[in-house]
Each structure stands twice: as C-alpha cells, then as structure tokens.
Nanobody
Framework: QVQLVESGGGLVQAGGSLRLSCAAS????????MGWFRQAPGKEREFVGA????????YYAESVKGRFTISRDNAKKTVYLQMNSLKPEDTAVYYC??????????????WGQGTQVTVSS
C-alpha cells in the first residue's frame, strides 16, 4: 500500500497561489485514485477535488472550481494541487488521500498527515 506525504503548505495573502504536493511510496501509485480534502478549524473535513487513476480525469468541489487544479505525475508518484486566487475561507489543513483503483468520489483508504494552508486577508 502507498504511504502519502503532503508538502507545500504555508501562509499566503488573499489572491495569491500555492502548490501542494503529495508524494507517494509504493509501486502501484498509477492505479490509485487520488483526492484532496481540507478541514478548517471547527468544521468537518470537506472534499476539494480528485483525479482518476484510469484517464486522469478530474472533479472539483464547486467552491474551488476554476481556481484549483489537480494533476498527477505517475513517474514521480506525486499528485499536485495548484491553488490560485486564494481566499481566506480556503484556510485549512489540506489532506491528500488515495484508493487503489477507486472512484474519484471515494471512499479513500490511504491518507496523508496534512499540510496547513493559511490565507490572510
């Protein structure tokens, strides 16, 4: 099974950009559907978007559509979350998740430890 490690979080001003990375171990990364989730303080974890394992199709939550882009590099065993036009309400801990030959809509069985994104106004 893959292990997932996120990186790239930090503090950014509203309107700015960040790119998160999620590096995977293991030999079968290319067969994993990969998702991004986030959890803000006092709120439940929410789905941000996902990328399929079969055709690299993507799906996004309405709140981030047009601002966030998910991509994957199977050779590097890494999935990315490019976040543009960031808003203070995007502040959260961001998690990547994976599921072998899974659906983009989940469920996901493998999770990273999370990376903090803070957007200042």
């Amino acid at each position: 099974q893959v292990q997932l490690v996120e990186s790239g979080g930090g503090l950014v001003q509203a309107g700015g950009s960040l790119r998160l990375s999620c590096a995977a171990s293991g030999r079968t990364f290319s067969s994993y559907a990969m998702g991004w989730f986030r959890q803000a303080p006092g709120k439940e974890r929410e789905f941000v978007g996902a990328i399929s394992w079969s055709d690299a199709g993507t799906y996004y939550a309405e709140s981030v559509k047009g601002r966030f882009t998910i991509s994957r590099d199977n050779a590097k065993k890494t999935v990315y979350l490019q976040m543009n036009s960031l808003k203070p309400e995007d502040t959260a801990v961001y998690y990547c998740a994976g599921q072998w030959r899974g659906s983009m809509m989940g469920p996901y069985g493998r999770w990273g430890q999370g990376t903090q994104v803070t957007v200042s106004s």
